[in-house]
């Protein structure tokens, strides 16, 4: 009776879960004129990632003017003469604590302008990218946006899965965080709480920059039009890898919401998977109704596909939606019950070990 009770629980939360996505990608989007009279983009490069010149193409033809600064640690990474063709490097150099963070504290030491946009050197976004993001800061004192896994094979599904874990999270005024894939921020955030000081210590700078944002009461706005398509390269391992980092950095820096979303993706699994499977099996027809919880997570996917479509004109296969789905009911908690046994993480051939030291 309880197995039934609970199951019947969680069924009704997966319902309110496929409104909420639904209601997510209604919202209106409309920004004012972007309040930038110069705009910086800093991208933190290390090595060559894969179609990183098509990457950079993407991120610095974009329909408004913007001054792109790229930073590096040294002089020797394979990265620096690239990047040169690009826009203004700025070499952090190498020290203690996470690499990223490092560099993007090192180009807000140096950078001057209305708004400064964060970016990685994986995204390819379109056009538009850059003027919607910035735009949404006549109203908020920062924005952001998420990615959108589009490679192809069992790595790229498995890496979706994982990834559009972040949309559910962004869905939550408690659990939103700002993405440094793609973050804008106005700079008296940045000046307000000298962020470049204290920047340098986080391991995840989408926290630190949250931080920030919480320091001076700011509002974040989630942008829809300006999600990035990101290409995935490598295997299933790597995918799952990467999801385990993603994850611990959110239990390292958000204890409470990842212990929430353990408990749910653990329980969704048993009762959703493991128990009707088993109440089939036995003949108990009544545990079976959790079937209905991967169902309606496949109708919130759906959803999802359908918004990532109209809102960031990113064509979304059905066939990849069910793909999606199916790897996801599997992967998905078996990478949130792996970052429980994490302690430390690797970025680009860097190990980093939580929790991370605070300002």
């Known amino acids: 009776m309880v197995i039934e009770a609970v199951t019947v629980l969680l069924v009704l939360l997966a319902g309110i879960s496929v409104m909420r996505e639904w209601a997510f990608w209604r919202g209106d989007g409309a920004g004012g004129d972007p309040p930038c009279r110069r705009i910086a983009v800093i991208v933190p490069v290390k090595g060559l ?88 800061l006549s109203q908020c004192a920062a924005s952001t946006t998420y990615r959108w896994y589009v490679g192809r ?28 894939g793609s973050t804008a921020l106005r700079r008296e955030v940045v000046d307000a709480t000298r962020l470049w000081e204290w920047l340098g210590n986080y391991l995840s700078d989408d926290y630190a920059t949250l931080r920030a944002v919480r320091m001076v009461g700011g509002q974040i706005c989630f942008v829809r039009e300006a ?88 064509e979304v296969h059905p066939r990849t939606v069910l793909a999606t789905w199916l790897v996801g009911l599997v992967v998905v908690p078996l990478t949130v019950i792996l970052s429980a046994f994490a302690r430390c993480v690797e970025w680009r051939g860097a190990h980093y070990c939580g929790p991370t030291r605070r300002a």
């Not at 063709?85 to 560099?103: E, F, L, N, T, W």
């Not at 090192?106 to 910035?134: G, H, S, T, Y």
């Not at 239990?251 to 699994?269: D, E, M, N, Q, V």
């Not at 009762?271 to 089939?280: E, K, Q």
């Open 227 to 314: 999600i990035a398509p990101t290409e995935d390269v490598g295997g299933v391992w790597d995918a799952v890898r990467w999801g385990v980092r993603q994850v611990a950095m959110v239990k390292w820096h958000a204890p409470r919401g990842w212990a929430i979303g353990l408990a749910i993706y653990t329980a969704s699994f048993l009762f959703g998977l493991a128990v009707p499977i088993a109440g089939l099996a036995l003949g108990r027809l009544p545990m079976s109704v959790g079937l209905a919880i991967p169902l309606l997570a496949l109708a919130k996917d759906a959803v999802r596909a359908s918004g990532i479509r109209r809102r960031a004109n990113i």
């Open 153 to 180: 094979g069992i790595h790229g599904v498995v890496r979706a899965a994982i990834s559009n874990m972040g949309f559910a999270a962004m869905q939550n005024r408690h659990s939103a965080f700002l993405w440094g």
């Open 49 to 136: 990632v894969h179609q990183v010149e098509r990457n950079l193409e993407a991120v610095t033809r974009q329909d408004i003017p913007a001054d792109y600064v790229f930073v590096v640690d040294d002089v020797d990474d394979p990265a620096y003469p690239l990047v040169q063709r690009y826009g203004r490097v700025i070499v952090a150099g190498r020290g203690d604590g996470p690499g990223k963070s490092r560099a993007l504290a090192a180009a807000l030491r140096e950078v001057k302008a209305d708004c400064i946009v964060f970016a990685d050197d994986d995204i390819r976004p379109r056009p538009d990218w850059l003027r919607q993001l910035v735009s949404r």
